[in-house]
């Protein structure tokens, strides 16, 4: 073996071979990992923008009593909006070598009057909603705000501005997920969020929808404090049959 190239074997001397560069990672400085529609927990109530068929109605009962899908699925595919409250989970990650410096997760609604179409009526007979960062899509401006919950609440008191003092820095691979809910007791509205954060030094800004389409969430119409029926041009109530139509014009239970 000459000179050299023992040198070179040992890694005593001569020329070592340059290491690749990792290549820097693609896409957007946020990788949205998943996005999740949360379930209610104790409320089942959905409004539909128009009237609801014979046949839907019975696709609808025949899909709660096949067991294969949860009811916000079977709803939603309907076209079904939630009532009062809809909560989405974002599964945040980091994606540049550099720190991403999340400063606010912002909502962008687009409301007008409550839907009035077909009403599926199940409320709850106890308190709302658990919440963690909320919308309240009622008040201008909206931002995030923190929640509170007390017993007997019919919804989530949103108090302050969550992310006025508070700031997530993700690194490269690092996850945050966030549980995000807009509530409305006045309104329908369609709605995205977009994600605001610093990179490079640089302000720069992503919106997450559902699928290409925005959120959705309606206040139920109410007099006096308590639900009108009347007000919709369908209910519905749940029975041994699953979901009946019942006269509009008759008073609300729960």
Same mark, same amino acid.
């Given at each position: 073996?000459?000179?050299?190239?023992? *040198?070179?074997?040992?890694?005593?001397?001569?020329? =070592?071979?340059?290491?690749?560069?990792?290549?820097?990672?693609?896409?957007?400085?946020?990788?949205?990992?998943?996005?999740?529609?949360?379930?209610?927990?104790?409320?089942?109530?959905?409004?539909?923008?128009?009237?609801?068929?014979?046949?839907?109605?019975?696709?609808?009962?025949?899909?709660?009593?096949?067991?294969? =899908? &949860?009811?916000?699925?079977?709803?939603?595919?309907?076209?079904?909006?939630?009532?009062?409250?809809?909560?989405?989970?974002?599964?945040?990650? #980091? $994606?540049?070598? =550099?720190?991403?410096?999340?400063?606010?997760?912002?909502?962008? %609604?687009?409301?007008r009057e409550p839907l009035t179409g077909a009403l599926f009526d199940n409320r709850p007979q106890g308190s709302a909603e658990t919440v963690?960062?909320?919308?309240?899509?009622?008040?201008?401006?909206?931002?995030?705000?923190? &929640?509170?919950?007390?017993?007997?609440?019919?919804? %989530?008191?949103?108090?302050?501005?969550?992310?006025? $003092?508070?700031?997530?820095?993700? =690194?490269?691979?690092?996850?945050?997920?966030?549980?995000? &809910?807009?509530?409305? &007791?006045?309104?329908?509205?369609?709605y995205t969020f977009e994600l605001e954060y610093i990179v490079d030094g640089k302000p720069e800004s992503m919106v997450i929808n559902n699928? #290409?389409?925005?959120?959705?969430?309606?206040? *139920?119409?109410?007099?006096? #404090?308590?639900?009108?029926? %009347?007000?919709?041009?369908?209910?519905?109530? %749940?029975?041994?049959?699953?979901?009946?139509?019942?006269?509009?014009?008759?008073?609300?239970?729960?």
């Amino acid at each position: 073996m000459g000179t050299a190239a023992g *040198l070179q074997w040992l890694d005593l001397g001569g020329d =070592k071979p340059k290491p690749t560069p990792s290549a820097a990672p693609g896409g957007d400085p946020i990788k949205i990992n998943k996005v999740t529609l949360v379930p209610r927990e104790n409320d089942n109530t959905w409004v539909f923008p128009g009237l609801v068929g014979a046949q839907t109605l019975g696709d609808i009962n025949d899909d709660f009593r096949a067991y294969e =899908k &949860s009811t916000h699925e079977i709803m939603r595919s309907y076209g079904g909006v939630e009532a009062g409250v809809s909560t989405v989970e974002l599964e945040l990650e #980091g $994606n540049r070598e =550099k720190d991403v410096r999340l400063t606010n997760i912002a909502i962008r %609604p687009n409301c007008r009057e409550p839907l009035t179409g077909a009403l599926f009526d199940n409320r709850p007979q106890g308190s709302a909603e658990t919440v963690q960062i909320g919308y309240d899509l009622d008040r201008d401006p909206v931002f995030a705000q923190e &929640s509170k919950m007390n017993d007997g609440d019919l919804r %989530p008191q949103l108090t302050g501005n969550y992310f006025a $003092n508070r700031k997530y820095t993700l =690194k490269l691979g690092e996850q945050a997920t966030f549980r995000l &809910s807009a509530v409305t &007791s006045k309104q329908y509205c369609e709605y995205t969020f977009e994600l605001e954060y610093i990179v490079d030094g640089k302000p720069e800004s992503m919106v997450i929808n559902n699928q #290409g389409k925005p959120f959705r969430v309606t206040a *139920l119409v109410v007099q006096k #404090g308590q639900l009108d029926c %009347p007000a919709y041009q369908q209910v519905h109530q %749940p029975s041994e049959r699953g979901w009946t139509k019942v006269p509009a014009s008759s008073p609300c239970g729960g």
